[in-house]
C-alpha cells in the first residue's frame, strides 16, 4: 500500500472508512409481488403491474423475504426490532419508475451488531461496529451500451428484494475494508441468504471514505465511492480516494462532500451525480404496507434453523488437532467442512484427511470446475485411497496418481492400484531379491555400507526403488538394509 512510503501524501493522515453492502436476498420472487428473480431473464420479462409502478397496483410483502432478513440478523448477532417500518425513499432516476424506493428508514427490522473481521491489530482483535441493516427493495438498470444514442431500461431487477448491512465508521485501512468484507460474504453464504455473486451485482459495496490528521477525533468530510466490483476493487478505490482527499488537504483545501465513481482501469475515483442529502429523500411511511411486526415464535423458529457459523466450525477443528491454517482453509466456505466430516466418519486421521482435502482435492476442484459433491469425488472413495496410504499398500505419490485417476474412473481406488500396478511390494522374498541385486551391482558401496557407513542407506534405497520401478515399499526396503548392515 501506498502509506508504506515516508514521502507519501497520506502520511500524517488517518483513513477513516464505513460501509454499505447491498445484499440480493435468495428468494425465488420478488419482494413485493409474484415476479421472479431469475437473473439474465430477457429485459423487462419478469415484470407486473406492481414492480412497474403502474397506477392502482399495491404491495404485498414476501415472507420469505423478512424469513432471509431475520436469518441475517440472528446470524450476526444484531438486535431485532419486533416492530419496524417501511419507508418510501423519494428520488427520481429512469430505472426507479415509482419514483421512490420502498426502505426502511427510522425503524429499521435490525440494529446494533459487531462483527469480528479476524485481524489482530496493535494486540487486540479488531471488531467493526454495525449500525443498522434494513430491508428494501431493489432499483430497475439503466443499460447504456446496447443502443447507440439512447438509454435502455430493464425493470428485471426492479422490486428484487434487498438486505443493507451498514457499518459504523470503524475501519482505519484497505485492508480492515477487505477483511470486513470477506468475513461478511463467508457469513452470508454460511447463512445461505444470498449467492453473493459480485459480478451478478447480488452483493454490491458502497464506501464512505475520509482522511483526518492522526489524532483528530472528529471524523472528516466523507466521500461516497461506488461501482466496484471485486473486494480487491473496494481495496483499491479507498486507497486511491484516500490518497486525492489527503492531497487536498495539503493543499489547504477542503474535501467536498460527493459520490464518486470507481475506475478500475485509470485507478482513479471521479464525480458522479451530486449527493442528496438524506433530507432530500423526504421519508415518510410507506401507506400501502403495514408495519412489519416480528413475533417470538417467527425468532426462535428462524433462530432453530441457523447453521453452525465459521468461527464455531474452526473451534471445533482446533480441538481436533488441527492447525489453525488447515481450520481457516476446512472453514472458507460452507460445502468444504461438511466434506471433510464426511471423510473423517470413514477414515479417522483429521489430519491426514485435511492434507488432502486442503491439497490435492481442492486443487482439482479449483482445476476441473468440479464440486464438493462431485460423484467421483464422494468421500467414501477418498477415505478407501487414504486407507490404502495408512496400509502401505500404495506410496504417497502412487495416492496421488490413483487420486487424479478417481475423476475419470468409477473404479475403487483399489482396483485402480491393482490394475496400474501401483501396489507396493511388501513381499520379503521380492524385496530381498531387489536388495541382493543392487548389492551386487555396487560392490564398493555395498562394501562400505557392511563397514558401518550408514549414510549410504538413502543411495541404496533409492537404486532399489529405481529398481522395483517405485513399487518397493521403501520402509521396508529400510528395515531390510538395516539389518544387512548390522548382520
Ligand atoms: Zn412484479
Not at 409474484?34 to 419478469?46: L, Q, V
Request: proline residues 6%; negative net charge.
Amino acid at each position: 500500500m501506498s502509506s508504506d512510503k515516508t514521502d507519501d501524501v497520506t502520511t500524517g493522515f488517518e483513513m477513516v472508512v464505513g460501509l454499505e453492502v447491498h445484499v440480493q436476498l435468495k428468494t425465488a420472487s420478488k419482494a413485493f409481488c409474484g415476479c421472479s428473480t431469475d437473473f439474465g431473464a430477457p429485459p423487462n420479462r419478469n415484470t407486473c403491474p406492481v414492480c412497474l409502478a403502474l397506477p392502482g397496483a399495491l404491495p404485498v410483502l414476501n415472507a420469505r423475504a423478512v424469513e432471509l432478513a431475520l436469518r441475517v440478523a440472528l446470524g450476526f448477532g444484531f438486535s431485532v426490532n419486533r416492530l419496524s417500518i417501511f419507508a418510501r425513499k423519494n428520488y427520481f432516476y429512469p430505472d426507479l419508475p415509482k419514483g421512490y424506493q420502498i426502505s426502511q428508514h427510522d425503524q429499521p427490522i435490525a440494529e446494533h451488531g459487531a462483527l469480528d473481521i479476524g485481524l489482530i491489530v496493535n494486540g487486540a482483535p479488531r471488531v467493526i461496529g454495525i449500525t443498522r441493516a434494513h430491508m428494501e427493495e431493489d432499483a430497475g438498470k439503466s443499460i447504456h451500451d446496447r443502443y447507440e444514442s439512447a438509454t435502455a431500461v430493464d425493470l428485471n431487477r426492479s422490486g428484487v428484494p434487498l438486505v443493507e448491512i451498514v457499518s459504523e465508521p470503524d475501519m482505519r485501512s484497505p485492508e480492515e475494508a477487505g477483511a470486513y468484507l470477506r468475513t461478511l460474504k463467508q457469513i452470508l453464504l454460511y447463512l445461505d441468504v444470498s449467492d453473493c455473486n459480485m459480478e451478478e451485482g447480488s452483493l454490491r459495496v458502497d464506501a464512505n471514505v475520509s482522511a483526518r490528521p492522526f489524532g483528530q477525533q472528529t471524523l472528516g468530510t466523507k466521500c461516497e465511492v461506488k461501482n466496484m466490483n471485486s473486494f480487491s476493487g473496494v481495496e483499491k478505490a479507498l486507497a486511491a480516494e484516500f490518497r486525492r482527499q489527503c492531497g487536498v488537504l495539503l493543499a489547504g483545501g477542503t474535501v467536498q462532500q460527493q459520490t464518486l465513481l470507481w475506475d478500475g482501469h485509470k485507478n482513479e475515483t471521479r464525480p458522479a451525480r451530486s449527493k442528496e442529502g438524506s433530507s432530500d429523500y423526504r421519508y415518510f411511511p410507506e401507506p400501502d404496507l403495514p408495519p412489519l411486526i416480528i413475533t417470538d415464535a417467527e425468532l426462535s423458529r428462524v433462530r432453530e434453523t441457523l447453521p453452525e457459523l465459521p468461527a464455531a466450525r474452526r473451534v471445533r477443528y482446533a480441538a481436533m488437532q488441527l492447525s489453525e491454517y488447515d481450520a481457516q482453509e476446512l472453514t472458507a466456505d460452507p460445502h468444504t467442512g461438511p466434506y471433510f466430516e464426511a471423510v473423517l466418519a470413514l477414515h479417522g486421521d483429521a489430519k491426514s484427511v485435511a492434507n488432502w482435502v486442503n491439497g490435492e482435492v481442492r486443487a482439482t476442484l479449483n482445476e476441473t470446475g468440479a464440486t464438493w459433491k462431485s460423484a467421483p469425488l464422494v468421500p467414501a472413495r477418498l477415505a478407501g485411497l487414504l486407507e490404502l496410504l495408512k496400509d502401505g499398500v500404495v506410496s504417497s505419490s502412487a495416492a496421488k496418481k490413483i487420486f487424479a485417476m478417481l475423476l475419470t474412473s468409477a473404479e475403487s481406488p483399489r482396483a485402480i492400484a491393482e490394475r496400474e500396478g501401483l501396489v507396493q511390494v511388501r513381499d520379503d522374498n521380492a524385496l530381498a531379491g531387489w536388495v541382493d541385486e543392487v548389492l551386487a551391482e555396487n560392490p564398493a558401496e555395498a562394501t562400505r555400507f557392511a563397514a558401518g557407513e550408514k549414510k549410504l542407506v538413502g543411495l541404496l534405497v533409492g537404486l532399489v526403488m529405481k529398481k522395483s520401478q517405485g513399487r518397493a515399499d521403501p520402509k521396508l526396503v529400510n528395515q531390510l538394509l538395516a539389518s544387512r548392515a548390522a548382520g
